[in-house]
């Protein structure tokens, strides 16, 4: 068996009960068309897409082109997101809405941005959105502040999943703020998975690395000169970086140590 086999039967991810052999998460917008939103979507080997229902056609409107044309529920997780969201009751409204169009789909991602500029989230807004709507039957992950107080918060409440930035969304900048994200895994009694900031194939290793569960990523991949060719090399970061966790790296020293022991070395 090779690692990827490997990795697939014994290495899954798991959210609200389902297991996923991909810890690889992708978006769904911002390509050039649907053609190239499902290629890039099946180089990634992702399981779960996200959909932003205010943007994406899913049966919204009959008259055209819908992405479950070209990934079927059938075979993907449709995620659907409250992107574009300000306020808790404009992000429990849509969901609602996206539980209809999926015939009672209960996973969910929630956003509930704080302005325009920065797309930050607006944690107040996000808490009271994820009280109801946990309430109401939903299955929650959660975009949020990389803030290990507010991710408990949410883990309380009945999220299945809490999502911190590694630093704004569509920013490309990377992981930021390493030692928050640290702070949020060791506390997290659910998967822990990077949303927004990642930029490219070391950013989405250095998450997995750090012990995250997985990476969620759009730009990233949709903005690349090349976007399938960036997909498949973000499913191998994914992929290499838990290895890596799993492994468990060597321990950093202020001195150096040889590669071969010296004893039994060969002398003149």
């Known amino acids: 068996m090779n690692a990827m086999t490997d990795m697939k039967n014994d290495d899954v991810l798991t959210i609200?009960?389902?297991?996923?052999?991909?810890?690889?998460?992708?978006?769904s917008g911002k390509y050039r068309d649907l053609d190239q939103t499902r290629e890039a979507t099946m180089a990634a080997g992702a399981e779960i897409v996200t959909v932003a229902i205010r943007r994406v056609?899913?049966?919204?409107d009959p008259n055209a082109p819908s992405l479950l044309d070209v990934l079927p529920a059938s075979r993907f997780?449709?995620?659907?997101?409250?992107?574009?969201?300000?306020?808790?009751?404009?992000?429990?409204?849509?969901?609602?809405?996206?539980?209809?169009?999926?015939?009672?789909?209960?996973?969910v991602k929630l956003e509930v941005l704080g302005d325009?500029?920065?797309l930050f989230p607006?944690?107040?807004?996000?808490?009271?959105?994820a009280e109801t709507l946990v309430k109401d039957g939903?299955?929650?992950m959660v975009y949020c502040s990389d803030d290990p107080i507010q991710a408990r918060i949410l883990q309380e409440i009945g999220c299945v999943a809490v999502m911190p930035l590694a630093s704004l969304i569509g920013s490309g900048m990377g992981i930021l703020n390493p030692w928050n994200l640290r702070l949020v895994i060791e506390q997290a009694t659910v998967p822990v998975l990077v949303d927004a900031g990642v930029g490219t194939a070391s950013d989405a290793a250095i998450a997995m690395e750090l012990g995250c569960d997985g990476v969620l990523m759009n730009t990233a991949i949709a903005a690349a000169t090349d976007p399938v060719r960036m997909a498949r090399a973000m499913k191998h970061a994914v992929l290499a970086g838990r290895?890596?966790?799993l492994a468990g790296r060597m321990p950093k020293r202020f001195a150096a140590s040889p590669s071969s022991p010296a004893e039994g070395k060969i002398t003149p």
């Open 122 to 129: 607006h944690m107040p807004e996000t808490l009271k959105a």
């Open 16 to 27: 609200a009960g389902r297991s996923y052999s991909s810890r690889l998460l992708v978006g």
């Open 116 to 118: 325009e500029k920065t």
């Open 138 to 140: 939903f299955d929650v």
């Open 57 to 60: 056609n899913i049966g919204q």
């Open 77 to 107: 997780t449709i995620l659907p997101n409250t992107a574009g969201c300000y306020t808790a009751k404009d992000a429990v409204y849509t969901l609602q809405m996206a539980r209809e169009l999926l015939n009672g789909h209960k996973l």
């Open 243 to 245: 290895e890596a966790f």
